[in-house]
């Protein structure tokens, strides 16, 4: 991970920013010689499919099993009435 000063960071924020995004390059911010931030790059966004897509290869099977049990038994007591849920 490479370190740069705050100075230089505000003098080169653009290009430090492209640098990250393109590359995945990081920093650690030093401000008075002592470390203060790092930039880096974020994880990649994923919608709600994308982030549980892998779930079943990371549940043992037991899990997996129990899930669905409870989730058959408690389909029949759902039921597709949209509430408020603040309401009382």
């Known amino acids: ?10 003098r ?4 430090v920013l492209d640098r990250v995004r393109e590359s995945g ?3 650690i911010v030093e401000r008075g010689g002592r470390s203060v931030a ?6 990649g ?3 709600a499919e994308q982030a549980l897509a892998d779930l ?3 549940l043992p099977a037991e899990a997996a099993e ?5 989730a058959r038994r408690g389909g029949d007591l759902l039921d597709d009435e949209l509430r408020d849920p603040w309401a009382s």
């Open 38 to 43: 790092q930039v880096s790059p974020t994880p």
């Open 66 to 70: 129990g899930w669905l049990e409870d």
């Open 25 to 27: 390059e990081a920093y």
């Open 56 to 58: 079943y290869r990371t």
């Open 1 to 10: 991970m490479q370190k740069i000063t705050s100075t230089e960071l505000a």
């Open 12 to 15: 080169n924020l653009r290009a």
């Open 45 to 47: 966004q994923q919608n």
